[in-house]
């Protein structure tokens, strides 16, 4: 029997919550992954056994933790990490990576941070209820993708509501209206020549303070945001439909093909068009 399941999500079009590889195993003695960054959270809940996470706090500095059953930790976006399989406990985990708009708020809510990355439940059956949910997208792999990202929801409900922390962050409702104001209206004009002044003006902040909000919600700029939304959608529409990449380009707010297709190729590595040789769908 294998001792690991290893899968890479494949949809990247969700925005709030988005899944990007999930995964099981049963360790060896001694297993080690690291010293690594991720490019989004990684959380890791521990079924069995022990081990030891080493990661870098907030000030960049290496903190040792011991982690056994029942606890987990999270993996923060561009944090140097290492952890290691106890030898002779080794533990068993499964694992999701994951990003999108509402996780910084949700991760603040369960009390997690750089400085304190370890998962303590307070709520046996609530933790409980978190693992079979991981458990399951780790073993239904070739399910849809909405079906999994409705796993992914409960997930992520479970695991704020077991640490009973409730830390709702100050001025989150003013933070929310601002927030909804301004993806709204990214959603409606991101196809058009929009500036951050241009989505500031909407909220009726100026930009500076709401560049300040805007990241302390969501975890990007609103330029890397708006970026990452118009790419998103130019992934949708090179999937999904036959319009020329000139056409793709105009759609999504860049008068200039050339220009996209670089910014595109800065988030994928590829061109436009060969992204959608090794991902267009057959209609």
Not at 11 to 24: H, K, M, P, R, S
Not at 39 to 56: E, P
Not at 159 to 169: D, H, I, K, Q, W
Not at 216 to 245: C, D, H, W
Request: hydrophobic content about 40%.
């Amino acid at each position: 029997m294998e001792n690991w399941i290893f899968s890479i999500f494949p949809n990247e079009t969700f925005v709030d919550l988005g899944l990007y590889q999930f995964g099981w195993e049963k360790c060896t003695p001694s297993h080690t992954f690291g010293p690594a960054a991720r490019n989004h959270y990684l959380f890791h809940y521990v079924i069995s056994g022990t081990g030891v996470l080493r990661a870098d706090d907030a000030k960049g500095i290496t903190k040792v933790y011991q982690i056994k059953s029942g606890q987990g930790f999270m993996i923060f976006p561009g944090q140097i990490t290492t952890y290691t399989a106890d030898q002779k406990l080794p533990w068993e985990y499964v694992w999701l990576e994951f990003d999108g708009l509402r996780v910084k708020e949700a991760i603040e809510i369960a009390g997690i941070s750089l400085d304190q990355p370890v998962y303590h439940a307070k709520l046996k059956d609530l933790r409980e209820d978190m693992m079979n949910e991981m458990l399951y997208i780790a073993h239904h792999k070739d399910a849809s993708p909405f079906h999994l990202i409705g796993h992914l929801y409960l997930f992520m409900d479970y695991l704020t509501r077991s640490v009973a922390f409730l830390n709702m962050p100050k001025g989150s409702k003013l933070q929310d209206f601002y927030m909804k104001e301004a993806l709204a209206f990214i959603e409606q004009n991101f196809q058009n020549d929009i500036s951050v002044e241009d989505i500031a003006s909407t909220c009726g902040l100026n930009r500076s303070y709401f560049g300040k909000i805007f990241k302390n919600a969501v975890g990007k700029s609103p330029q890397e945001f708006l970026l990452n939304y118009r790419m998103i959608k130019a992934t949708e529409l090179l999937k999904l439909t036959q319009l020329s990449v000139g056409d793709i380009s105009i759609a999504v707010g860049y008068a200039n093909q050339l220009h996209f297709s670089r910014a595109f190729k800065n988030i994928y590595g590829i061109s436009p068009r060969e992204w959608r040789k090794q991902n267009r769908l057959s209609i």
